[in-house]
């Protein structure tokens, strides 16, 4: 049995990767599947949240009774969470957005030719939507996510801080990507937390409680 804890409660959600394209048939992009982004949207409703989804290019299916808004690079994603953000009570960034953009985008197809030179790709830096959604006058809760390689506590710690969001969530699970299991570790000002290893389902219900504990006492 799970309470419905976001009962009434609005949640906007970013998942999976971005695109970025550099000519009509190539790109960047991450190996974010979108699954905990899914899940947590899932969990979220189940718990009577109304639930938006902004999600990059996935292979995934919508959450019953979840709204979702599909969208391809990190400006798309930014335009579309931005807007909403101000009416919502939480927000929650899973999306793996890419940092950095090409420059310019060709309009046709970069074609190798025997003798020519090997493109050399420009990047520009992408808006980071957290940081933006935290800097609002009127900004929902927000939570962060953090996958890192190494040092993950530091790291999630610096986020919480140089993001000014008052929640972290850390990827635990060595390469989560793709996986149906993770372990998290909650980092917050009051300190940290780890949750163990289990599917993105279950953490994703853990997380939705920690979410709406957070809120009530901030009201
Ligand atoms: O350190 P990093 O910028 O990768 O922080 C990751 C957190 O910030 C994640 O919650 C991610 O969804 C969010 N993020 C974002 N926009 C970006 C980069 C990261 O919302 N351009």
Redesign the pocket.
């Known amino acids: 049995f799970q309470p419905k804890v976001l009962q009434g409660k609005k949640l906007l959600i970013?998942a999976g990767p971005t695109f970025e394209p550099i000519d009509p048939v190539r790109g960047l992009t991450n190996l974010s599947s979108g699954k905990m982004g899914f899940a947590i949207a899932r969990a979220a409703q189940e718990a009577g949240a109304e639930v938006t989804l902004v999600a990059g290019p996935v292979h995934l299916d919508t959450p019953a009774g979840v709204r979702r808004i599909d969208v391809r690079t990190?400006r798309q994603m930014f335009d579309a969470v931005l807007p909403l953000a101000p009416e919502h009570d939480v927000f929650v960034?899973?999306?793996?957005?890419a940092?950095w953009r090409p420059a310019d985008v060709s309009d046709a197809k970069i074609k190798k030719a025997p003798g020519r030179d090997v493109p050399v790709l420009e990047l520009v830096e992408?808006?980071?939507?957290?940081a933006a959604v935290a800097r609002l006058a009127r900004r929902p809760y927000c939570v962060?996510?953090?996958a890192e390689s190494h040092d993950l506590a530091r790291h999630a710690r610096e986020?919480l801080q140089r993001?000014n969001v008052p929640l972290v969530v850390g990827n635990l699970g060595p390469a989560t990507f793709g996986r149906d299991d993770n372990a998290l570790l909650l980092v917050d000002a009051q300190g940290e937390r780890e949750v163990p290893c289990a599917s993105k389902r279950a953490l994703s219900r853990v997380l939705v409680q920690e979410i709406a504990q957070r809120l009530a006492s901030r009201s």
């Open positions: 970013t990190a960034a899973t999306a793996a957005v940092d992408n808006p980071d939507i957290l962060g996510f953090a986020k993001k």
